[in-house]
């Protein structure tokens, strides 16, 4: 026999996932996963996890930049997940230097449709329960293409009454003609959320956490089996454009090699397939052992107590951190990593940062020691409880 608990969660599940006998209407999430990009994939399961365990019966329409390889990511998700890129391939066909036309376009694709590319996709939306933004820091001005996705969203809420909202999202750095137009947007939203202070307090919108945090309150194990994974780990990645800063990345890794007895000791970590393999390829050369995107995937994130971190993605930091590590970030992009990590680092992390200086003989040896905050698992485990919380309220009050 079951216990009242547990027959009670099964209830409320179910009355979650049905009002009155009447099925609810799908759940669309928007996300810039499907690339893969670790970071983006690990949040999107995140939420498709969450939404398995609590609303396995609704339907979810899951709208990435790649949905076929989306299918294969997330196909032990949630058991009715559809993918499509309906938003994303409407926004980026549009114009990409005049936010004003490109936003003008979109709204004119929803309310008139008119295209035989995204009619289907675009009618559809119409009766979606609610329309969901989901974390990272891809709505800023470095990717202004995206901004249709925005406008898309607000045009819904408007003419249909589709209830829209955003969680975990980095907004900076942001300059230029489009800040006022984003700032009036979000205002328009049932909520938004910004993972970083500084984005929350630029917007004017509620200063929360970011969405990988949701991993934590799931069922899915988050980490991989702590034996034979090295004492000490490398992820310094292979998608930046500067090509000066792309030298200093690579002086950092040599010269945080250089102060390891062994190569073959050290692991290093892909991100992102293939770039960030550039960049480990000549240590994985030595013998260095590799963890690539798909082990990872699924095996598990490879971190666990007393390990070495050097790394500059911020998922890393924030998984590795949460798993006992020790870490030293790099900067690989000011303006825009500097914010992700500091917003770890203000969480309790207690990683150390490290910008790599201009002059090629200025920062030789500089590279300061990985450090640790011991609470910090358990304060992750703590943030995973209030995302809990924040999806539970966005999903069932609808």
Known sequence: MSSLPARAARTIRRVGDEIFGQ??????????????NFGDEFITRA????????????????????????????????PRLKTTNTLWHATHTGPSDDHEAAAARMRALIRDLGSPRYDLGLRDLRGMGSIHLLGGGYMNSIWPENFGVVEAMVTLKEDYGVPIFATGQGLLPHDGPTFDWLRDRLREFDYVEARDGESARTFGVIHGLDDAFLAFANERPIYAPSEGLPATMVLVQGDV???RQDARLERS???????????????????????D??????FVADSAPFFPF??????????????????TRFHFHLLAAAAGASGTVVDA?????????????ELGTGWTSWEPAEDDDADAGMIPAPTRNVDFPARAQEFGLRKAELAARLYSAR
């Open 23 to 36: 099925p609810q209407p799908p759940v669309y999430l928007v996300s810039a996963g499907g690339q893969p």
């Open 294 to 311: 798909m082990r990872i995937w699924d095996e598990g994130f490879p971190a666990r107590e007393g390990q070495r971190w050097l790394t």
């Open 253 to 275: 890794v040599e010269q945080f090699m250089s102060a390891q007895e062994s190569v073959s000791e050290v692991g290093f970590v892909e991100g992102i397939p293939p770039e």
């Open 333 to 345: 992009r000011p303006g825009y990593y500097d914010i992700k990590h500091a917003s770890l680092q």
């Open 47 to 78: 939420w498709l996890d969450w939404l398995a365990e609590h609303q396995p019966n609704r339907e979810v329409w899951l709208d990435t930049i790649e949905p076929g390889r989306a299918s294969h990511l997330f196909r032990n998700t949630h």
């Open 277 to 282: 393999f550039r960049r480990a390829a000549p």
């Open 241 to 243: 454009e500067d090509t």
